[in-house]
T-cell receptor
Framework: AQKITQTQPGMFVQEKEAVTLDCTYD???????LFWYKQPSSGEMIFLIYQGSYDQQNATEGRYSLNFQKARKSANLVISASQLGDSAMYFCAMRPPNTPLVFGKGTRLSVIA | GAVVSQHPSRVICKSGTSVKIECRSLDFQATTMFWYRQFPKKSLMLMAT?????????EQGVEKDKFLINHASLTLSTLTVTSAHPEDSSFYIC??????????FGPGTRLTVL
């Protein structure tokens, strides 16, 4: 079975600063995908970034980057130059092939002006 | 990305009534649809997986007679909460994908049972 662990229930960051949201995972499958989603108060799930287990380089999407350390089974999300609009819940998720996404408990990020 | 819609976005009903939530993939065909449930300030919990034309597979602890799932076509899945009670109040999110491609999420349905 797959398991995702997010140990930070809440995080605060100053506007324009960078912040790292932690995520560790556990799976016995050699092939899997790692995802980060943002969920604002409206409830919609917004896809941010994806990392494949065989990808050699860390994924980046604009201000989002994924610090993938396969041996440690960690997939931390780094948000650079935080903006007030980044305040939301952030979920780490994973799935091996042909399985549904499994989510961590989430981290609530609050960006302070 | 692909678009998944849910209807209604918000529903309030009396205890004992049944509520149907629709999930549609608007610009792609979904061989598999997933239903998640999210309590306030909690994570998304997978309720069931449905493949078009076959019975849904429910996660442990989810009552299949309580949460009826139908995936009759490649673009539509429905979740019916039967004889709803206040404890069924939650945010229900559907997700859809073609084969083993990316999962796309609907905007969610907020159910309140009085």
């Amino acid at each position: 079975a797959q398991k995702i662990t997010q140990t930070q229930p809440g995080m605060f960051v100053q506007e324009k600063e960078a912040v790292t949201l932690d995520c560790t995972y556990d799976t016995s499958d050699p092939s899997y995908g790692l995802f980060w989603y943002k969920q604002p108060s409206s409830g919609e799930m917004i896809f941010l970034i994806y990392q494949g287990s065989y990808d050699q380089q860390n994924a980046t999407e604009g201000r989002y980057s994924l610090n993938f350390q396969k041996a440690r089974k960690s997939a931390n999300l780094v948000i650079s130059a935080s903006q007030l609009g980044d305040s939301a819940m952030y979920f780490c998720a994973m799935r091996p092939p042909n399985t549904p996404l499994v989510f961590g408990k989430g981290t609530r990020l609050s960006v302070i002006a | 990305g692909a678009v998944v819609s849910q209807h209604p976005s918000r529903v309030i009903c009396k205890s004992g009534t049944s509520v149907k939530i629709e999930c549609r993939s608007l610009d792609f065909q979904a061989t598999t649809m997933f239903w998640y449930r999210q309590f306030p300030k909690k994570s998304l919990m997978l309720m069931a997986t449905s493949n078009e034309g076959s019975k849904a597979t429910y996660e442990q602890g989810v009552e299949k007679d309580k949460f009826l799932i139908n995936h009759a076509s490649l673009t539509l899945s429905t979740l019916t909460v039967t004889s709803a009670h206040p404890e069924d109040s939650s945010f229900y999110i559907c997700s859809a994908r073609w084969e083993d491609d990316e999962q796309f999420f609907g905007p969610g349905t907020r159910l309140t049972v009085l």
